[in-house]
């Protein structure tokens, strides 16, 4: 059965540093992959998706995941944290009729 | 683009009241979701529907109706309010059940039940 586990409740990064969020994924066939953020009061916008062929993803806001099979991963990475990417993010499979999300990480960005 | 479009966006009931959210898409996506997301949860889903006329459970069904009646609207329903159902819902709509397909999600309903 497809699941999705993310690593860190809560995730701290001083402004212009690295951002990595982790997620792992199990799935019994060939995973399609997602990543949303949640501004607060609003609802969740996709982020990026990965589906087939390339493992590195990029998508909006200067965030990138790369897909990687060996280790069932699929970790979100922003080579430089701005204020404005405080929000709370999500790591979702694909699974036929439905998506599934994982917990959520909530990004907190230091000055 | 109107996208997703929930009604309301707070609501107040007492225990006991009955009342119906709203989520209407203008994308002509054939599969539209309920979630409820609470701290710590995450979203789970509640019900969706694969088609117009369509509904299934999802994880957390119980105490919740749906209906389908026209494509573009997914309407959620609580019977009997209950302060365990204090949640913030969201809708969501997607083209289809390929697995590529991403989710369009509506800027949520806040609900609270005293």
């Known amino acids: 059965a497809q699941s999705v586990t993310q690593l860190g409740s809560h995730v701290s990064v001083s402004e212009g540093a690295l951002v990595l969020l982790r997620c792992n994924y199990s799935?019994?066939?060939?995973?399609?992959l997602f990543w949303y953020v949640q501004y607060p009061n609003q609802g969740l916008q996709l982020l990026l998706k990965y589906t087939t062929g390339a493992t590195l993803v990029k998508g909006i806001n200067g965030f990138e995941a790369e897909f990687k099979k060996s280790e069932t991963s699929f970790h979100l990475t922003k080579p430089s944290a701005h204020m404005s990417d405080a929000a709370e993010y999500f790591c979702?499979?694909?699974?036929?009729?439905?998506?599934?999300f994982g917990k959520g990480t909530r990004l907190h960005i230091l000055p | 683009n109107a996208g997703v479009t929930q009604t309301p966006k707070f609501r107040v009931l007492k225990t006991g009241q009955s009342m119906t959210l709203l989520c209407a898409q203008d994308m002509n996506h054939e599969y539209m979701y309920w979630y409820r997301q609470d701290p710590g949860m995450g979203l789970r889903l509640i019900h969706y529907?694969?088609?117009?006329?369509?509904?299934a459970k999802g994880e957390v069904p119980d105490g919740y109706n749906v209906s389908r009646l026209k494509k573009q609207n997914f309407l959620l329903g609580l019977e009997s309010a209950a302060p365990s159902q204090t949640s913030v819902y969201f809708c969501?709509?997607?083209?289809?059940?390929?697995?590529?397909?991403?989710?369009?999600f509506g800027d949520g309903t806040r609900l609270s039940i005293l």
């Open positions: 969501a709509s997607r083209q289809s059940g390929i697995s590529n397909q991403p989710q369009h």
């Open positions: 799935s019994s066939v060939p995973p399609y």
């Open positions: 979702a499979v694909s699974l036929y009729d439905k998506i599934i």
């Open positions: 529907s694969v088609g117009e006329g369509t509904t």
